[in-house]
């Protein structure tokens, strides 16, 4: 295993007076699998916001493969206002926010928990869109189809891509009119059509039954080894947590409770009180 | 329906389209008024079109169209009227000097009208198209108001409240309708393009649009500023239909023609946008007769006056956006697949009826 991929140093998002995400640390390194779990409301979902840029820290910094791409500190009224940890107060000095767009430039796609697809266009059109950001032509070319070579080739890689993920033969269908478990792959195949490196799932298995979530486990590996991944991932099946990754982070009340190997966290008593006890079956 | 036969009925269109106007230029079917209805149809299709461009295909709301109309007029009327007229129509305070000495060609009038909205429209969207929620109707529909009060202010450039008229007219309608192919043929191919794909996912959503990696401020920028600049040169070629211009032609009421016109023909849809163009001109121009005093057996009907044209306009916009909102084609535009499947359709349920009527009877 080389580099780390993605760093997270005691990130806190302070909505108001509520502490979403408390000091926040934790690493992913290339090639790993590693989930972020935690009950209802632990910030999961918030955290993931905070590294894909859409909101900037109230505090901590967020790195791709050694490159700050959002870093802040307290300041301002927010320094009256901070509730969050304080020890990490004083740390950090800089300030920085890369838009959501060129944090997905740098190599990070995401899929969302309520999944956000283009709804009215074909599910081609979903993925080809997603290629648009990597296309060289201005509009001036791209409008009068100077750029004709590169349009070709990405609607060729939008169909070995669906072919690849089993959405070929839906790919004019329009992506509101697919199966929900269809839409969440299709959420997937657009957000591998920005050519990440790490991929950040948001409970990609929300709403599946046992087998249609063994067939995303399967998909998630294959993917991962195919497109040299590295995933990050939110989820609450327990199963699939498990068996995938290589490591786990929990999360309860914005706060890391445990950090550790599946059989690690499976044995760890915090969690269990936190999280496993309380966990419902969806 | 094969490709050949789907290009040969796009083909006949054409032709069609080609020859009518041919016959209507020539004078031989209809007259100067007609004339006058299909070119001004064919000018409120590029503006239509242009302000779809930013509602129907970016997903934004923009309220400006009359404002950029106003900019592309002023610079057809500043730039063509005839230095010999100059001084005459200018009688309260004569034409700036330099601004006299520059004589333009109509079509780069037109282009430096389509320029200069298209930089305002970026000063405008800016600061506005960043945020999150949409300021933009209310920022647009503000410039609009503006750029009339401005203009009306301009004594030395625009004539102020005066206007400028004997600007040179258009003498055929290949002028309109091709300037109308042009602009139009334009956008279809921008909007086809992957900036096109990449406004349409913004429309979307526009979390996961940026998720995607668009720039979001940029494309929604790039979006509005080429609606801005068509919109103007739509100005334009407005101005040498009716060959004078005032301020007081784009009050922001203006505006309101093209938004019915998009929601009629289907926020999203080209075609739809230009055949609910040709409608509502057309439409506009027969309703003209609320505006006039109506008596009934020599009593006066007093609702109707000057004005009562924009509350029955109003109401049909509201029956519309209650009743239909998708418009004459939603998204969608034409195509012979759609035609053969409404064809199809039809067929399938008079068979259907006539099984039903010949089942019923035995
Ligand atoms: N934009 C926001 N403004 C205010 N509060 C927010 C915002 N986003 C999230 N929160 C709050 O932050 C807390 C954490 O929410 P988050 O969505 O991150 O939880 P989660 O761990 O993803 O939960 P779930 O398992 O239900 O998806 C919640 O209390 C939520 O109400
Ligand atoms: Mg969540």
Not at chain 1, 142 to 161: H, I, M, P, S, V
């Amino acid at each position: 295993m080389g580099k780390t991929v993605l760093e997270v140093n005691d990130v806190t998002m302070q909505f108001g007076g509520v502490v979403a995400v408390n000091n926040l640390s934790l690493h992913v390194e290339e090639g790993e699998i590693i989930a972020l779990i935690g009950p209802n409301g632990a910030g999961k979902t918030t955290a993931f916001n905070v590294i894909t840029g859409v909101y900037a820290p109230t505090n901590g910094q967020v790195k791709f493969k050694g490159e700050l791409i959002s870093a802040n500190y307290p300041h301002g009224q927010m320094r009256r206002k901070y509730l969050g940890e304080q020890e990490t107060l004083d740390k950090y000095s800089a300030k920085k926010s890369l838009t959501p767009d060129r944090i997905t430039k740098l190599g990070v796609a995401r899929t969302f928990q309520n999944i956000r697809l283009f709804k009215n266009l074909t599910v081609f059109e979903n993925v080809l869109t997603a290629k648009h950001m990597r296309s060289k032509a201005n509009f001036l070319s791209a409008t009068f189809g100077l750029n004709y070579k590169e349009e070709r080739k990405n609607r060729q890689e939008t169909d070995e891509l669906l072919t690849l993920l089993g959405l070929y033969d839906v790919r004019g269908e329009i992506a509101s009119s697919l199966p929900y478990g269809k839409q969440r792959h299709l959420e997937i195949a657009r957000a591998l059509a920005t050519r990440p490196e790490l991929l950040l799932l948001d409970e990609p298995a929300a709403g599946m039954n046992p087998q249609e979530t063994d067939e995303l486990t399967a998909f998630i590996r294959r993917i991962k080894e195919d497109f040299h991944l590295t995933v990050f991932m939110i989820e609450h099946h327990m199963d699939l947590v498990m068996e995938i990754s290589d490591r786990i982070y929990v999360l309860d009340f914005g706060k890391l409770i445990a950090e550790g190997t599946p059989e690690e966290i499976q044995n760890n008593q915090r969690v269990i009180d936190a999280y496993l006890g309380v966990q419902k079956d969806e | 329906m094969s490709r050949k036969q789907k290009n040969i009925g796009t083909g006949i269109l054409i032709l069609a389209a080609v020859v009518l106007i041919a016959l209507f230029d020539n004078d031989v079917i209809g007259n100067a008024y007609v004339k006058r209805v299909l070119n001004l149809a064919a000018i409120y299709a590029i503006i239509s079109v242009s302000m779809n461009l930013v509602n129907g295909f970016t997903g934004l709301f923009s309220l400006g169209q009359a404002g950029f109309m106003a900019i592309g007029a002023f610079s057809v009327a500043i730039f063509t009227v005839p230095e010999q007229y100059i001084s005459s129509i200018f009688y309260i305070e004569p034409m700036a000097p330099w601004l006299a000495a520059i004589r333009l060609p109509f079509v780069a009038a037109l282009l430096v009208g389509g320029l200069i909205a298209a930089a305002l429209a970026l000063l405008i969207g800016y600061p506005v198209l960043r945020l999150k929620s949409d300021y933009l109707a209310i920022a647009t529909l503000g410039f609009s108001e503006i750029i009339r009060i401005v203009f009306t202010q301009l004594q030395t450039i625009t004539n102020g409240a005066l206007g400028i008229n004997r600007i040179p007219g258009i003498t055929t309608m290949w002028v309109p309708f091709g300037a109308a192919a042009v602009c139009i043929g334009i956008m279809v191919l921008l909007i086809r393009s992957s900036y096109g794909r990449a406004f349409k996912a913004i429309r979307e959503d526009d979390i996961a649009a940026e998720a995607m990696g668009i720039n979001l401020s940029f494309h929604k920028n790039l979006s509005f500023a080429v609606s801005s600049f068509f919109t103007a040169i739509g100005g334009g070629l407005y101005a040498a239909l009716l060959t004078s211009v005032d301020p007081k032609q784009f009050y922001f009421t203006m505006t309101y023609n093209f938004l019915l016109i998009i929601v009629l023909g289907g926020m999203g849809s080209v075609t739809g946008t230009v055949i609910a163009s040709f409608i509502i001109t057309g439409g506009l121009e027969w309703l003209r007769f609320f505006d006039e005093p109506l008596s009934i057996m020599g009593v006066n009907i007093p609702i109707f006056r000057s004005g009562l044209r924009m509350v029955v306009f109003s109401i049909l916009l509201m029956v519309l956006v209650l009743f239909y909102s998708k418009g004459l084609m939603g998204q969608k535009e034409f195509s012979w697949d759609g035609i053969y499947r409404q064809y199809e359709k039809i067929k399938g349920r008079l068979k259907r009826t006539s099984a039903k009527r010949k089942g019923g009877a035995a």
